[in-house]
């Protein structure tokens, strides 16, 4: 939506719901929106797209939908992983390109790796860090390595985590996956450096946000063979452009920031946000505040 339309329809609500993909809430959304404006309900856990101090310098509640879409991102990302992993792109092509037929006689042919045995890390351990940890137990890997801000050693030991610094996690993990906010600290957190301590044989899978990644790093490090591959739900910018070098890899797989897209949670989120906005017009405390 061009920005004057946005600022036309935000002028004298009481509330905004929004979504990353459809709205933002800035300094001069605030003061177009004017005085009456009580709460801002945005269906996502992530809040880079709100500036919430304004909002609570002025007095505008704001909440989100943290947990509600953890199980369907975890979900996903196992699955962002297996494709990477076994290589998937490659052997739909296979397929699609009629190329089949002449590995079919070997034994060796187009191989790719088991997500068994591997060692895993997990850059953010919030409740969709903790959903992956979850279902990558399930999968016997040989263990889980976690970096966050704080540690967390309720849900390490409930789950069997190892705890380690970014630059330890980066050298031991096949599979680093990144369910960190977005923020001053974890912008490009996977950049130049942080690729080159990666194991040339590891994948990296980016379910959070696309600046997370230093983006033509990635690009320069797959076409160095310094990592083996990538899964990204997120990217920069999105949309992506169909021509973008990143389409054009057969090692890597992308889907259009799509990880809680199930029916179930986007119920769900539907539903939470709209018990936030109802809550604030009532001056009554949100479920899931952020200020």
Known sequence: ???????????????????????HVDQEVLETAGPQLKVVGTMSVGYDHIDVAACKAKGVKVGNTPYVLSDSVAEHTICLALMVLRRVP?????????????????AFASLGASLHGKTVGIIGLGGIGKAIAER???FKVNKVIYNSRTQ????????????????????????????CDLNESTKHILNREAFKKMKKSAIVVNISRGPIIEQHHL????????????GLDVMTPEPLPFDHPLTKMPNVVLTPHMGSATWETRMAMGDLTVKNIIAGLQDQPLPAPLC
């Open 1 to 23: 939506m061009p920005q004057d339309e946005y600022l036309r329809r935000v002028k004298g609500v009481h509330a905004l719901c929004i979504h990353p993909g459809v709205g």
């Open 90 to 106: 490659f052997l739909m092509g296979s397929i699609v390109a009629d190329t089949w037929k002449n590995n079919k006689g070997s």
């Open 136 to 138: 990558l137990i399930a």
């Open 152 to 179: 967390k050693p309720d849900v390490a030991k409930l789950l069997g985590l190892e705890f380690a610094t970014l630059d330890n996690l980066l050298s031991q993990c096949d599979l680093v996956i990144t369910s």
């Open 219 to 230: 690009i320069e490090a797959l076409q160095n063979g310094e990592i083996a591959g990538a």
